[in-house]
């Protein structure tokens, strides 16, 4: 269990608690204090506010079996490998389902950063500026969505909450949430937003008297993105540099744009897949309904060398279809935060070309590979045209292979199903025209 605080514009930081303000717990309880937090800092936060964080998270990394530097490329420390719906035994790339609660008003709220234990406030604090919890809540189901769009996670709000110590009490199904979310004055107005425990923590705790949160232009993209934000490390993902307001997990928190980037769903798609998962076999496979006005699917992903992608398509008797397979990536600056907390400027990294794809058309026995290419290297499209589906009516298939590179290359997909009738037309047969079609 790891934690991760935001901060925002801090004009100065309250002395950490001592340990005479921690209550006092059992050794059990107790063992998330010796896990780190690392800050996260607003554009503008002054270099010693950045480093006094730092210096203590630092310390904290060091006592704690968390290597000081993240992998190399992803900067992730950890996933999901136990959850109240799935159980344990996850790992890389598997789909997984996250239950979220809130917790009542009054749950005890260990100190997670320094700050001194309190009992959650975040109910009465949330009411008090949008009225009622339906308006609120549906803005962080909003949140869980978003990811959940963008990944193999499953968010399913949990109702029922029983108010067990928060950090130390794991999700139970119809008790608790994996992902539970409280709120209490950390820090004051300004500095901590918020701070969030990696997997198999996840639970979020907002500094609910911050008057940041009283802002709620834009559809409350403040309070949006930092939910949004925490829950990154809520995934396991870790800060990620350099700092241009390009990615949701840069250390400081922005408005820039609206929730996860490219470089965070690239991220959450190494270590949860993508949203059509599973769909390692043709007998499982999301199904993208009749390809005649073309389908496009986006936010897809092979996450390593072991993970195939299904498509289902349904064609009528006498059908072709295209399929083009694009990779999706860029090259932009990617690296870790510092240990002194300062961003490093990172180095060119070009998520194009992370992985080499392939492509092939099944027919509708979901075995019998109709036509395949691998023609072209990494970051360049994959194409077949006029694939004839030679079993009339039903359901076809088309499948994307990794060329063997563990890693994730984020990709698109693009089919469009024509009739052979329709193509003899466009390539001049006009012997089948009927003037009745359109009119006189
Ligand atoms: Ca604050
Ligand atoms: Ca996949
Ligand atoms: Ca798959
Ligand atoms: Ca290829
Ligand atoms: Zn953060």
Known sequence: MKARL??????????????????????????????????????????EVVEHWTRLQSAMLLESSLSVEPPAQFQFGNRWAT?????????????????????PDGTFIPSGVGEPAANSGLIAFLNGIYGSM????????????????????????????????????????????????GGKPIDGNSGILAYNFFPNNGDMVIDSPDSFYNNTSNDSIRFRNVVSHEHGHGQGIRHVCRINQTKLMEPFVTTAFDGPQHDDIL????????????????????????????????????????????????????????????????????????ANGSCSDGTNFNSLVLADLSLAVLDSDGSTVLASVDLNPAGVPEVLDNVSLPSGAGTYFVEVQNDGTNNVQLYQLDLNLDSLFVDGFESGDTSAWSSTVDGP
């Open 267 to 338: 991220t959450t798609n190494r270590l949860y897949a993508d949203d059509a998962e599973d769909n390692d076999s043709t007998g499982i496979a999301p199904n993208l309904g009749a390809a005649a006005d073309g389908i496009t699917v986006g936010d897809v992903s092979v996450d390593d060398n072991s993970d195939i992608d299904y498509y289902g398509f349904d064609a009528a008797a006498g059908s072709a279809v295209d399929v083009t397979l694009t990779p999706i990536g860029f090259t932009y600056l990617e690296g870790p935060q510092n």
């Open 83 to 103: 959850t109240a719906t799935d159980g344990p035994g996850l790992g890389q790339g598997d789909p997984t389902t996250l239950t979220w609660s809130i917790v």
């Open 134 to 181: 339906d308006v609120w809540l549906e803005l962080i189901e909003r949140v869980f969505d978003r990811w959940g769009e963008l990944n193999g996670i499953t968010y399913v709000y949990e109702p029922n909450d029983d108010g067990a110590n928060m950090f130390t009490s794991g999700g139970q199904l119809g008790v608790r949430g994996d992902l539970r979310i």
């Open 6 to 47: 935001c901060l925002l514009v801090s004009l100065f930081l309250l002395p950490v608690a001592a340990a005479a303000n921690v209550p006092d717990h059992d050794a059990a309880d107790t063992a998330y204090l010796q896990t780190p937090a690392m800050p996260c800092f607003a554009p503008g936060t002054p270099a």
